[in-house]
């Protein structure tokens, strides 16, 4: 039994050893992540993109707009998003 707490323990300082050298890679890398973020509401949405060194950029749609539509509309085989799909259900 004691033979065997023995083997485990170099596998749990292999472990942790690798555990810490993927945290420092991480750390190292993160002046180069961005990370970005959705705001889902009701009637419409937001994506939000945070980079290192650079303000918070709430990204532009297909329209130039920041805020887009949450509708989808449904024609023959064909499927509109946002600002189409608002469009669509108006003129039909």
Do not use: Y
């Given at each position: 039994m004691a033979d065997k707490v023995r083997r485990q323990?170099?596998?749990?300082?292999?472990?942790?050893?690798l555990v810490a050298v993927l945290l420092a890679d991480l750390l190292a890398l993160s002046d180069t992540l961005a990370v970005m973020s959705v705001d889902l509401g009701s009637e419409s949405m937001k994506v939000a993109i945070v980079k290192p060194g650079v303000p918070m950029e709430?990204?532009?749609?297909?329209?130039?707009r920041r805020k887009?539509?949450?509708?989808?509309?449904?024609k023959e085989n064909e499927r509109f998003f946002g600002d189409s799909a608002a469009s669509m259900a108006i003129k039909n």
């Amino acid at each position: 039994m004691a033979d065997k707490v023995r083997r485990q323990r170099p596998r749990r300082r292999v472990c942790w050893a690798l555990v810490a050298v993927l945290l420092a890679d991480l750390l190292a890398l993160s002046d180069t992540l961005a990370v970005m973020s959705v705001d889902l509401g009701s009637e419409s949405m937001k994506v939000a993109i945070v980079k290192p060194g650079v303000p918070m950029e709430i990204v532009l749609n297909k329209e130039s707009r920041r805020k887009t539509p949450v509708i989808v509309t449904l024609k023959e085989n064909e499927r509109f998003f946002g600002d189409s799909a608002a469009s669509m259900a108006i003129k039909n």
